[in-house]
């Protein structure tokens, strides 16, 4: 069974895949779950996790996304989490690393480990 969460919020990954896609939603999907944990204020998605907005995606085996109370949404990401086999791509370009942070407010995305 397929998990689904759409968010609108801005979500740029990492700056050679920057999208000016912000005004689409994100689409966090995974064949495991994705959980909102209310009071953590965080969406986790579990295995074969994808996340899309327009024509970027992010791969990965774990995701944690945090969220706050923002000025158009109660559930503005502010920062995104992968964990394992991490892939970030669009049209033209694709990154690897076994984790990956973005930090919406910063705009800064970084790829680590190994498989980079």
Same mark, same amino acid.
């Given at each position: 069974m397929k998990y689904l969460l759409l968010c609108a919020a801005l979500f740029v990954t990492? #700056?050679? /895949?920057a999208q000016t896609n912000?005004?689409? #939603?994100?689409?966090? +999907?995974a064949t495991k779950t994705v959980e909102w944990l209310r009071n953590e204020k965080q969406y986790v998605a579990r295995e074969d996790v994808?996340? +899309?907005q327009g024509k970027m995606q992010i791969f990965s085996d774990l995701l944690t996304a945090d969220y706050r109370e923002g000025a158009t949404s109660s559930t503005?990401?502010?920062q995104i989490t992968a964990d394992g086999n991490v892939q970030i791509k669009d049209d033209t370009n694709t990154a690897y690393g076994d984790k990956g942070v973005y930090d919406v407010t910063k705009g800064?995305?970084? /790829? +680590?480990?190994?498989?980079l």
């Amino acid at each position: 069974m397929k998990y689904l969460l759409l968010c609108a919020a801005l979500f740029v990954t990492f #700056p050679a /895949l920057a999208q000016t896609n912000s005004d689409q #939603p994100i689409e966090i +999907t995974a064949t495991k779950t994705v959980e909102w944990l209310r009071n953590e204020k965080q969406y986790v998605a579990r295995e074969d996790v994808i996340v +899309t907005q327009g024509k970027m995606q992010i791969f990965s085996d774990l995701l944690t996304a945090d969220y706050r109370e923002g000025a158009t949404s109660s559930t503005e990401i502010y920062q995104i989490t992968a964990d394992g086999n991490v892939q970030i791509k669009d049209d033209t370009n694709t990154a690897y690393g076994d984790k990956g942070v973005y930090d919406v407010t910063k705009g800064v995305a970084v /790829l +680590t480990g190994q498989n980079l």
